[in-house]
C-alpha cells in the first residue's frame, strides 16, 4: 500500500489543504517520526513551529494506530532523565504493591501543574498496558470490583465503610477507598475528614484510604477519580469503593465510573420517596437502609418495603440485574454480610451476560468526552481575545445593561472570529 506523503515549506498552503473537504481521508501531524513511510523531511519547517512535519493522507484504521503509537512515542522522547526516572520509579512501585508510589501516583495525577500532568498520562498509560496485561492473564475477565457508594450526609457513610471494610480485608480482600470530600467555595480548602472516621480501617495494612477534594468539580466526584481507580487497580486492590460528597440527588456521576452503584438511606428521613421520580435513585444497583437497629427498625421495615414498591415502576436498566433493597446496621453488622453477597450475586451475573464489559466501555467514552469539555471550557476563558472581554461583559450582566444569553453569544463570536483568523 503506498500512501502519498504531502511536503510544503508554505504554511498558506498547508493550511488551505486543511480547509479541503476529504471524506475517506484524514490529515495527521507527525513530528520527528518516520514510521517507514514515505520519505523523511527534506528539511525543517520553521513556519510551523515544529523541527520537522510531516502531512500524510492515511486510511481511517492505518490512521488511528500511527496516531495513537506515535503520540505515545512523542510524550516518552519528551522526558528528561530526572523525569523518566520518576515515572519508572512510581510504576514498579505502583506494580509492586507499595503503598507510598500509590499515594504519590495519586498525588501525580492531581496536580493541575502543566508539566507534572503529562507525567501523569506517560504513568497511565504504562498503568493501562499493565492492567491490559492482567485481565489477558485472568482470561480477560476484570481483576477488580469498583462500588459506587453515595447517600445524603448523616447516612452513614464512612461508618458503613469501616465495618465493610474490615469485613472484606478478613477475608482476604485487598480494599481501596477513595472518599471524595467537597471543597469550600471560598478558601477551596477542604476538610479530608473521611479518613479520621475509619480509625480501624485506616490502620489496615490490606486497605488504603485516599480522601480527595473536588476543587469545584460537580456530579460528587473529582476529575481524577476515573484516573486514581485505575491507579489502584494496578496497585493489586481487587475491591474499589468511591464515596461520593453525597450532597444531594444530582450526586450520581460515580455511577459512569463503577460496576455497580450503591445508595445508603437512612430511616426516618423525611420525604423519603422523593428521589424516586428522577435522579440519583434511577441509577442505583442495590439500596440499603442503614441505621437498622434499636428504635429505627420499625420505620427502616417501612421504608424498605416503600422503596421496593416503589423501584418496580422504574425502567429496568439491566437485562439480569432488578435493583434490591436491603436493610443494614453498621453499629450491629447486621444485614451487612448478606449485602455483599447481593453484590457478588450482581457482579457474576453481570459479567456472565457480558453486560459488564460493556458498561465500561461506554464509561470511557464518556468520561473521555467529560475531560474534553472541561479543558475546552478552560481554553476558551484563558484565550486572549475573551479573557480581555470578560470582565466588561460581566459588569453589564450584573448592572443589568446587558442578558446573560447575549453575553455568552458575544463571547462566542469573538472567540470564533479570533480562531477563523489563525
Known amino acids: 500500500m503506498n500512501i502519498p506523503v504531502l511536503l510544503h515549506p508554505h504554511q498558506c498552503f498547508l493550511k488551505g489543504l486543511l480547509r479541503t473537504p476529504f471524506r475517506r481521508y484524514h490529515f495527521i501531524l507527525h513530528s520527528r517520526t518516520h514510521l517507514g513511510l514515505g520519505g523523511p523531511c527534506a528539511r525543517p519547517s520553521d513556519s510551523l513551529g515544529l523541527p520537522c512535519t510531516k502531512w500524510m493522507l492515511l486510511s481511517n484504521g492505518l490512521k488511528r494506530q500511527l496516531c495513537v503509537q506515535t503520540t505515545l512515542k512523542e510524550h516518552t522522547e519528551g522526558l528528561s532523565d530526572k523525569e523518566q526516572r520518576l515515572v519508572d520509579k512510581l510504576y514498579t512501585g505502583l506494580t509492586q504493591g507499595q503503598r507510598a508510589c500509590l499515594a504519590e501516583a495519586i ?8 508539566r507534572k500532568k503529562e507525567l501523569a498520562q506517560v504513568l497511565l498509560q504504562k498503568v493501562l498496558a499493565y492492567h491490559k496485561e492482567q485481565e489477558q492473564l485472568n482470561k480477560g475477565k476484570p481483576r ?130 422523593q428521589g424516586i421520580k428522577r435522579g440519583i435513585i434511577e441509577m442505583a444497583d442495590l439500596v440499603a437502609i442503614t441505621k437498622s437497629d434499636g428504635d429505627l427498625v420499625v420505620p427502616a421495615r417501612r421504608i424498605q418495603a416503600e422503596y421496593v414498591s416503589a423501584l418496580k415502576l422504574l425502567r429496568k436498566r439491566s437485562e439480569v440485574w432488578r435493583p434490591r433493597v436491603v436493610r443494614i446496621s453498621s453499629r450491629t453488622g447486621e444485614g451487612i454480610a448478606e449485602m455483599w453477597d447481593k453484590m457478588r450475586e450482581f457482579q457474576e451475573l453481570m459479567l456472565a451476560s457480558g453486560e459488564l464489559t460493556s458498561k465500561r466501555q461506554k464509561q470511557q467514552k464518556i468520561w473521555m468526552w467529560n475531560l474534553i469539555q472541561e479543558s475546552v471550557l478552560e481554553h476558551f476563558r484563558t484565550h486572549p481575545t475573551v479573557r480581555g472581554q470578560i470582565p466588561l461583559l460581566e459588569r453589564k450582566v450584573l448592572s443589568g445593561a446587558l442578558s446573560p444569553g447575549l453575553a455568552a453569544d458575544l463571547l462566542l463570536k469573538a472567540f470564533k472570529a479570533e480562531t477563523n483568523e489563525m
Open 144 to 273: 477488580a470490583f469498583r462500588v459506587g457508594l453515595s447517600g445524603p450526609p448523616g447516612a452513614g457513610k464512612s461508618t458503613f465503610i469501616e465495618y465493610f471494610g474490615k469485613m472484606l480485608t478478613e477475608r482476604g480482600h485487598k480494599l481501596s477507598v477513595l472518599a471524595v470530600d467537597p471543597s469550600s467555595c471560598t478558601s477551596g480548602g477542604s476538610l479530608l475528614g473521611d479518613k479520621t472516621r475509619m480509625t480501624e480501617l485506616s490502620r489496615d495494612m490490606n486497605a488504603y484510604i485516599r480522601p480527595s477534594p473536588t476543587r469545584g468539580t460537580l456530579g460528587g466526584v473529582t476529575r481524577t477519580t476515573n484516573e486514581a481507580i485505575l491507579l489502584c487497580e494496578g496497585g493489586g486492590y481487587d475491591i474499589i469503593l468511591i464515596e461520593t460528597v453525597g450532597v444531594g440527588q444530582s450526586e450520581f456521576a460515580v455511577a459512569d465510573m463503577v460496576d455497580m452503584f450503591v445508595l445508603l438511606l437512612p430511616p426516618a428521613g423525611g420525604d423519603e420517596l
Open 107 to 114: 498525588t501525580l495525577i492531581e496536580s493541575t501543574h502543566h
